[in-house]
């Protein structure tokens, strides 16, 4: 698949994120469980388009690979 910058991702119900060209990534401690995602257009420091985030069964999760329970999109500030 090629690589196409500053296309908005396939809107899927409930879920569309925006057009964005960076994303970060918060962790639950020491764990590989992510947090939130953050979509930013702009780079780094650009606007916030949207958030997600993950909630698991032991929130918050203590070690790796905790099962997911759900994933909400907020939407920007």
Do not use: C, K, W
């Not at 809107?11 to 995602?37: C, E, K, M, R, S």
């Not at 929130?59 to 759900?70: G, I």
């Amino acid at each position: 698949m090629a690589f196409s910058p500053n296309v908005a991702v396939r809107n899927v119900a409930g879920l569309n994120i925006p057009q964005h060209d960076y994303i970060a990534f918060t962790y639950h401690g020491a764990t590989n469980n992510a947090q939130t995602v953050t979509y930013r257009e702009g780079g780094s420091t650009g606007t916030i388009v949207a958030y997600v985030t993950f909630t698991y069964v032991t929130q918050p999760p203590t070690v790796d690979n905790t099962p997911l329970a759900t994933v909400t999109r907020l939407a920007s500030p």
